[in-house]
């Protein structure tokens, strides 16, 4: 079985740290990873996806693939309160002609102002 | 453009009782995925579609569930015979082409009493 591994947390970090959300994947056959942010009784939004290994920015945050260690990571700059949500990672490709993705049980962020 | 819509956001059901879930998935997007999320729980693969081919039924629990997709657009998840376990959150999500960033919609809270 593929697994996506991520600790649950939760991680509670002040207004304004750096927060640093890490997964570890084992499907070396997937090249496309993502991260979705979760809020309280919504579905999950995307927040970034990345094709191989890498680093891809978008303001506050930063995805960075590591394939020779199956490591994904977010970063987030200058957290606000408003980061507080469960963050999710996810691997996909093919895998014997289905494309389904692996999702991590996510991570609990919570920001304190 | 709009995105994914899923109809009920909420269904409250007796034990015993089918219901029918809707997903209508991006516009133009091909594959279409089934996730079940139970309190604090991760995601858990139900069913994949993808254009005309045969579903990918890999993660239906039991016999109790099934999917359809009419025209490739729109997607109706039923469950037979609702049992209390079968009380989660109802998860859909689409893609195109398979394989990449996924798109999810509100979802549908389940309860069976």
């Known amino acids: 079985q593929k697994e996506v591994e991520q600790d649950p947390g939760p991680l509670s970090v002040p207004e304004g740290a750096i927060v640093s959300l890490n997964c570890t994947y084992s499907?070396?056959?997937?090249?496309?990873f993502m991260w979705y942010r979760q809020y309280s009784r919504k579905g999950p939004e995307l927040l970034m996806y990345t094709y191989s290994s890498g680093n891809k920015e978008d303001g506050r945050f930063t995805a960075q693939v590591d394939k020779s260690s199956k490591y994904i990571s977010l970063f987030i700059r200058d957290s606000q309160p408003s980061d507080s949500a469960t963050y999710l990672c996810?691997?996909?490709?093919?895998?014997?002609?289905?494309?389904?993705?692996?999702f991590g049980r996510g991570t609990s962020l919570i920001v304190h102002p | 453009g709009a995105g994914v819509s899923q109809s009920p956001s909420n269904k409250v059901t007796e034990k015993g009782k089918d219901v029918e879930l809707r997903c209508d998935p991006i516009s133009g997007h091909t594959a279409l995925y089934w996730y079940r999320q139970s309190l604090g729980q991760g995601l858990e693969f139900l069913i994949y579609f993808q254009g005309n081919s045969a579903p990918d039924k890999s993660g239906l629990p039991s016999d109790r569930f099934s999917a359809e997709r009419t025209g490739g657009s729109v997607s109706t998840l039923t469950i037979q015979r609702t049992q209390q376990e079968d009380s989660a959150v109802y998860l859909c999500a689409s893609s195109s082409p398979p394989g990449y960033e996924q798109y999810f919609g509100p979802g549908t809270r389940l309860t069976v009493t």
């Open positions: 996810a691997d996909s490709g093919a895998s014997g002609g289905s494309y389904i993705p692996t």
């Open positions: 499907n070396s056959a997937f090249q496309y």
